[in-house]
């Protein structure tokens, strides 16, 4: 099982960052109080889970929603940025953080009814939206399945099926290795740690899930902002499609980067969500295609 936690720790850190970036990134989440503000934080019973959750500043409700095996304290450049103009809420998805899930199963879908479900518990009926990575596939999800809770979505690095078409060969392999193996080795274990099920339970859900049709996202009837890096580890076609496929979409491809765009590329993040959130959405067509 040794195998499964070092293969896991490698790939979040090759998910999230560059190598570049990813020291300051690691040193700042482990610096930083989102994930553990006890002024702030608290616990929502939903859905058979006691699901922990932070909110920050006043404004417009604005959801932001984690990556796979990730927690508040991914968005820690996020966080205080959006916080100036909006209310904030964030919490700890399903089996993540400190959000304990010991069943069995998991998906996506499980996730964003959590998050639904959490919105009403708050009292909220219509947010904004921004997921990374397995946070914007629940964001399309709320979208599919809640139109009305969201009133606009920024996803960037979603896929909606998990296969070679859509994931790098090269990521994809990889995962698909590190999952093989982990429960292989899971099997021949005899007493196997609650956390080791769960980290599995994580992979498995990474390798083989989701499973949204294209056209499905006809459902989307929000503003949505689709971004994706230009050698991220959802191919850039597999992008194109998805913001293709949403009637009112803008598409944002960030050139020279991968995966961690919330990361390496914070700033223009922010600044690029931030206007796309404070602006009306432009239907550009005919002789607007000239400006």
């Known amino acids: 099982m040794k195998y499964l936690k070092n293969s896991i720790s490698i790939l979040l850190l090759l998910l999230t960052a560059t190598f570049s970036r990813a020291q300051d990134f690691e040193k700042d989440m482990d610096t930083t109080m989102y994930g553990r503000n006890k002024a702030v934080g608290k616990y929502a019973e939903l859905r058979g889970i006691k699901m922990y959750y932070e909110v920050y500043g006043k404004g417009e409700p604005l959801l932001i929603i984690h990556g796979n095996t990730g927690s508040i304290k991914n968005f820690v450049y996020q966080i205080p940025f959006f916080a100036k103009n909006y209310q904030v809420i964030i919490a700890d998805s399903r089996a993540q953080g400190k959000t304990i899930d010991h069943a069995d199963s998991l998906s996506y879908e499980m996730i964003s009814d959590d998050l639904n479900a959490l919105l009403d518990h708050l009292k909220l009926k219509n947010v ?23 009133k606009k979505l920024a996803v960037t690095g979603a896929n909606l099926w998990p296969d070679s078409t859509a994931v790098d060969p090269f990521v994809y392999k990889m995962i698909m290795d590190v999952n093989i193996k982990g429960a292989d080795s899971l099997k021949r274990m005899k007493n196997p740690t609650p956390e080791m099920k769960n980290q ?10 989701p499973h949204i049709k294209l056209e499905a996202l006809k459902k989307i009837t929000c503003p949505t902002l689709v971004i994706g890096g230009d050698h991220d580890v959802i191919v850039t076609k597999h992008t194109l499609a998805i913001a293709e496929a949403i009637t009112k979409s803008y598409l944002w491809i960030l050139p020279n980067s991968g995966h961690g765009t919330p990361i390496v590329y914070k700033d223009m993040f922010n600044q690029v969500v931030g206007d796309f959130f404070a602006k009306p959405f432009r239907k550009i067509d005919k002789y607007d295609r000239f400006r």
């Open 128 to 150: 904004n939206v921004i997921g990374w990575s397995d946070g914007g596939i629940e964001g399309l999800l709320l979208a599919m399945n809640h139109p009305d809770k969201v």
């Open 200 to 209: 599995l339970k994580l992979m498995h859900l990474l390798s083989y899930e």
